[in-house]
């Protein structure tokens, strides 16, 4: 008898413990946060993700009062040793949020449940989280992106010739399904020929010098796609210095500043790009709420946009 009242009392604590946090949701408040970003490298398209989440910290602060600091720290090498190392650093501070965009889901697993084992809320950003971790992910369609840039590029080549695929970082998820999606693509047009594949690890040095190789070794390629940031600028430096511009098309991938010119100059096409600046935005949101105790959704889509010299600034 004396059992069945202690479960009773029990079940009767965790309704109310649960009813608490549930009307509770969102409204922990605090005088300072701090949250962390860790980026895949060194990389100006991070920067623009750096931005995007001081945007952020300034609307929390002069809409709540709170101060905001946010870490940006980035690994020299897009290294899954070195991105961990960040992590587990930055776990060891106990900050008030982590945004990670991951080098290797299945090298970053230990880290980032570590994070989650001690109540640190966690966002992965620019890719897709682990199936079966419950964290909250920004990015966009990164396949549809793919599938955009390598449709036009089989459209402008008339559904013929040898095309080459710029892989960025193999390991990382969204850099992976991009790759895998060109390659869908173009296994669709029985005239289409991928003869190469090049791995420029989010460096624009490495793609320009995978890209020479390549076009050197397939003189008959005809055109390209990337999966990063990284590829369409170094393949696009590759195409000038070769004095290709017009022989070898080029469909770009984001929304630096080098691909933008390069739009301009006709070296490339056109570019899908992702909202890096949005992403980084919604990273410092998403942790800002799981701080204050609120839900955030599984997934948030910030959007692919498509550029060419109609759409883009002279």
Same mark, same amino acid.
């Given at each position: 008898?004396?059992?069945?009242?202690?479960?009773?009392?029990?079940?009767?604590?965790?309704?109310?413990?649960?009813?608490?946090?549930?009307?509770?949701?969102?409204?922990?408040?605090?005088?300072?946060?701090?949250?962390?970003?860790?980026?895949?490298?060194?990389?100006?398209?991070?920067?623009?993700?750096?931005?995007?989440?001081?945007?952020?910290?300034?609307?929390?602060?002069?809409?709540?009062?709170?101060?905001?600091?946010?870490?940006?720290?980035?690994?020299?090498?897009?290294?899954?040793?070195?991105?961990?190392?960040?992590?587990?650093?930055?776990?060891?501070?106990?900050?008030?949020?982590?945004?990670?965009?991951?080098?290797?889901?299945?090298?970053?697993?230990?880290?980032?449940?570590?994070?989650?084992?001690?109540?640190?809320?966690?966002?992965?950003?620019?890719?897709?989280?682990?199936?079966?971790?419950?964290?909250?992910?920004?990015?966009?369609?990164?396949? =549809?992106?793919?599938?955009?840039?390598?449709?036009?590029?089989?459209?402008?080549?008339?559904?013929?010739? =040898?095309?080459?695929?710029?892989?960025?970082?193999?390991?990382?998820?969204?850099?992976?399904?991009?790759?895998?999606?060109?390659?869908?693509?173009?296994?669709?047009?029985?005239?289409?020929?991928?003869?190469?594949?090049?791995?420029?690890?989010?460096?624009? =040095?490495?793609?320009?010098?995978?890209?020479?190789?390549?076009?050197?070794?397939?003189?008959?390629?005809?055109?390209?796609?990337?999966?990063?940031?990284?590829?369409?600028?170094?393949?696009?430096?590759?195409?000038?210095?070769?004095?290709?511009?017009?022989?070898?098309?080029?469909?770009?991938?984001?929304?630096?500043?080098?691909?933008?010119?390069?739009?301009?100059?006709?070296?490339?096409?056109?570019?899908?790009?992702?909202?890096?600046?949005?992403?980084?935005?919604?990273?410092?949101?998403?942790?800002?709420?799981?701080?204050?105790?609120?839900?955030?959704?599984?997934?948030?889509?910030?959007?692919?946009?498509?550029?060419?010299?109609?759409?883009?600034?002279?």
């Amino acid at each position: 008898m004396k059992y069945a009242v202690r479960l009773a009392i029990a079940a009767t604590l965790l309704v109310s413990t649960a009813a608490f946090a549930q009307n509770n949701e969102g409204t922990i408040k605090k005088d300072s946060y701090r949250f962390v970003i860790i980026p895949k490298v060194v990389h100006p398209w991070f920067d623009k993700v750096n931005n995007g989440a001081k945007q952020a910290a300034k609307a929390i602060e002069e809409q709540t009062g709170s101060k905001i600091t946010i870490d940006y720290s980035a690994p020299q090498q897009a290294d899954v040793v070195q991105q961990n190392q960040i992590l587990e650093s930055s776990i060891a501070t106990h900050p008030d949020g982590i945004a990670i965009d991951l080098l290797d889901a299945a090298g970053n697993r230990a880290s980032l449940e570590e994070a989650v084992g001690q109540n640190i809320p966690v966002t992965v950003f620019d890719s897709v989280a682990p199936a079966d971790m419950n964290l909250t992910s920004i990015g966009n369609d990164f396949c =549809e992106q793919a599938e955009i840039a390598a449709h036009r590029l089989v459209e402008l080549l008339k559904e013929e010739g =040898e095309v080459a695929i710029m892989m960025g970082v193999p390991s990382a998820p969204n850099h992976k399904i991009r790759a895998d999606c060109h390659q869908k693509v173009f296994s669709q047009y029985p005239k289409i020929k991928v003869v190469a594949t090049g791995i420029d690890n989010d460096d624009i =040095e490495q793609a320009q010098k995978q890209a020479a190789a390549i076009m050197q070794a397939h003189p008959n390629l005809k055109g390209w796609v990337a999966s990063d940031a990284s590829g369409p600028i170094g393949i696009g430096q590759a195409i000038k210095e070769a004095g290709k511009t017009g022989q070898v098309t080029l469909v770009g991938m984001d929304d630096l500043p080098e691909m933008l010119q390069m739009i301009r100059d006709g070296v490339a096409d056109s570019t899908s790009s992702t909202k890096p600046e949005m992403q980084g935005y919604w990273a410092v949101i998403t942790m800002w709420q799981k701080a204050t105790g609120a839900a955030t959704p599984k997934y948030i889509d910030t959007g692919i946009a498509v550029l060419n010299k109609d759409n883009i600034p002279k």
